[in-house]
T-cell receptor, first 113, second 114 residues
């Protein structure tokens, strides 16, 4: 089955700096990669996703890149703000065979003033 | 529009007891998923309902876990008897479509087994 690894487990950046979270996946048939953000005490929420036919996707200060050959994808947050502090989860799914998300272990991002 | 709701938000039980978790998906969402996060680890898939049918239950850890979705609306997840390793946060999610359809998560139920 699919296996997703995520690094780093914790990340501390100063406000205004950029943050990068990296994930690798094992199943080359995976074709959809969502990212979820979970703020303290709240539910995980989808913040951005990318399909395998696209190499990069941007939404304001966040972007995701995908390298299918290397089987890794990354989340980039620019101009970080305190409200970006949360746990971020990457996930992978092979939509052709299943609907279950396989998640990484999460990255706790702390944005300091 | 109301999001996915889960009840209870917290549950503390003793080993050997029974606990039932409930999930109410977003209205109209045929797909309902259960996931679990054990302390510090990844969020792991448990099972997937399409309406009232179990589409995929490959993640259910053992036969102490029983999930139901009678009538294709809300779902329950029963753990009987509970073991220490069952402690964690149980998330429910729902989606309108399978595959690329966004999965909307509930706030989770934190289960502690003493």
């Amino acid at each position: 089955g699919e296996n997703v690894e995520q690094h780093p487990s914790t990340l501390s950046v100063q406000e205004g700096d950029s943050a990068v979270i990296k994930c690798t996946y094992s199943d080359s048939a995976s074709n959809y990669f969502p990212w979820y953000k979970q703020e303290l005490g709240k539910r995980p929420q989808l913040i951005i996703d990318i399909r395998s036919n696209v190499g990069e996707k941007k939404d304001q200060r966040i972007a995701v890149t995908l390298n299918k050959t290397a089987k890794h994808f990354s989340l980039h947050i620019t101009e970080t703000q305190p409200e970006d502090s949360a746990v971020y989860f990457c996930a992978a799914i092979n939509t052709g065979t299943a609907s279950k998300l396989t998640f990484g272990t999460g990255t706790r991002l702390q944005v300091t003033l | 529009e109301a999001g996915v709701t889960q009840f209870p938000s917290h549950s503390v039980i003793e080993k050997g007891q029974t606990v039932t978790l409930r999930c109410d998906p977003i209205s109209g969402h045929d797909n309902l998923y259960w996931y679990r996060r054990v302390m510090g680890k990844e969020i792991k898939f448990l099972l997937h309902f399409v309406k009232e049918s179990k589409q995929d239950e490959s993640g259910m850890p053992n036969n102490r876990f029983l999930a139901e979705r009678t009538g294709g609306t809300y779902s329950t997840l029963k753990v009987q008897p509970a073991e220490l390793e069952d402690s964690g946060v149980y998330f429910c999610a729902s989606s309108q479509e399978m595959g690329f359809g966004e999965q909307f998560f509930g706030p989770g139920t934190r289960l502690t087994v003493l």
